[in-house]
Each structure stands twice: as structure tokens, then as C-alpha cells.
């Protein structure tokens, strides 16, 4: 059994699992999956997993139920940067004290990251403009694309930040979850182009290839089929990134 990563994501799991009162049933709940990267056992990813520093920090307001799927990509972006992301089940009127903490921290400059704001078009941005001293803290709606929206619309402790819209030149190729809109990214995509815009060009390409692997493999297991030869070059781009963070570990 591989050891599941201590991050933020992952304890969140574990916390919402508590209290349930019922198991959670999720899509393809009979396979046996590596409690780890929750892919099929057999094609458990977990030894390409990348994981590395950035100045950018990531937090993850996760609806309901979000944390436990197999299939949530919020958790790679945690897999990849687990010292700069945090994770939080969403409520509109009782939001964690850490979060209100994390998001009234001065060391941090927040972004929503949002494709639009209807109400407000004068919060939105395509870019990252830091002020002095400060880091980005870009936060991340996670859940189905109704779900993102509600949590976009109904929370009042995020209306005073500035919006960061982005426009990604590929579309997903992230096929598993059904999306209402065809430009709707999943979670860790979007952390990839997020973390481009802020320059952390090393950290966003990590992201990119390992949801691409996670991607090839889960749909893999869903159709019970060999992953895709293509993820060859994935896995050898993963384990360059390994390499280069072994000889320096800072990056
Ligand atoms: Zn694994």
C-alpha cells in the first residue's frame, strides 16, 4: 500500500469521511484503488507523483461531497505543492476561521479565480500584479460547474477580491467529468494556467503532466482498458522533474 501524501486535501478526505453518516458511493466505487493517487491499484501512479516549492499558495474551497470523489482534481494540486495549499469545505454563512485567517493573512494577495463576474466586471483580471511583500493566494472553487458558480455567487467573505478570469489556449483534455460549458477546465487545470500567469512556470508544467497521467489512467480504469502508450513521454517528463528536484531541492 503506498502512503497517502499528508497535505491539505487529503485530511480534508479523511475529516469529511468521519462524518458521514453513509459510505460514500462514488462512480466506479468497486474498483480497488491505491488509497493513494485513488487510481485503479494496478495502475497506481504514485512513483511519478511530483512534488515541489512555489511562492504562489493555492486554497481549495471544496463543495460538499468534493474531497471524497476518486475523480477530484483538486487534490493533484496539493499532490504537487503540499506546502502551499490549503482546503476547505465551502459554507456561505459559516466559513472556517482558518480560512477567514488564511484569506486576512497579510502576507498574501488573494485572487478568485473565476471566468467571469457579471455583478462586478471591474474585479475581474488577467493578470497577477503583486504588491510589495506580498504573495498570491489563489483561490479555487471546486466542485461541479453549478456548484462553483453557487459558491462564487453566495459567499460574502470573497466578494472584496480582485477576479482573475483565465483564458486558456487548449481546451481540457480532461474528458471524465461532464461539464455544462465546453470551456469549463477542471480544478488542477486551471491551477496549471494559474500558476503560469504568476510566472511559476516550473510548478504549472508539474501540475499539467501529472493530471495528464492521472487523467490517461483514470479514464483508463473506467473503461478497463491499458492506459494510453502516449503517456510514455509523461512519465518520462515527471520523472526529469523528480530528478531536478532531487539536485535542487529549492525549485
Ligand atoms: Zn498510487
Known amino acids: 500500500m503506498k502512503p497517502v501524501p499528508d497535505h491539505a486535501v487529503n485530511r480534508l478526505r479523511a475529516w469529511r469521511k468521519s462524518i458521514s453518516t453513509r459510505p460514500f458511493l462514488a462512480r466506479g466505487g468497486t474498483l480497488a484503488r491505491c488509497p493513494a493517487c485513488q487510481l485503479r491499484e494496478d495502475w497506481c501512479a504514485c512513483e511519478w507523483r511530483p512534488e515541489l516549492k512555489a511562492e504562489a499558495g493555492f486554497c481549495l474551497l471544496m463543495y460538499d461531497s468534493e474531497p471524497m470523489k476518486p475523480s477530484n482534481t483538486g487534490r493533484l494540486i496539493a499532490d504537487v505543492l503540499p506546502d502551499t495549499t490549503w482546503a476547505f469545505l465551502w459554507s456561505r454563512t459559516q466559513p472556517h476561521p482558518e480560512l477567514l485567517a488564511l484569506l486576512a493573512d497579510p502576507a498574501w494577495q488573494p485572487y478568485v479565480v473565476f471566468p467571469a463576474c457579471e455583478k462586478e466586471p471591474a474585479r475581474l483580471t488577467g493578470e497577477v500584479t503583486l504588491a510589495p511583500g506580498k504573495k498570491p493566494l489563489f483561490i479555487l472553487l471546486d466542485g461541479t460547474w453549478p456548484e462553483a458558480r453557487k459558491m462564487f455567487n453566495k459567499s460574502p467573505y470573497l466578494d472584496g477580491f480582485p477576479v482573475l478570469a483565465i483564458k486558456p489556449d487548449t481546451l481540457s483534455t480532461y474528458g471524465m467529468r461532464v461539464a455544462n460549458s465546453e470551456e469549463h477546465l477542471c480544478t488542477a487545470e486551471v491551477a496549471a494556467c494559474v500558476l503560469e500567469v504568476a510566472g511559476e512556470l ?50
Open 202 to 251: 516550473k510548478a504549472g508544467q508539474a501540475l499539467q503532466h501529472w493530471f495528464n497521467l492521472f487523467s490517461s489512467r483514470y479514464m483508463a480504469g473506467r473503461v478497463s482498458r491499458f492506459p494510453s502508450a502516449d503517456e510514455e513521454h509523461l512519465c518520462e517528463a515527471l520523472a526529469a522533474i523528480k530528478e531536478a528536484n532531487v539536485a535542487s531541492p529549492a525549485c
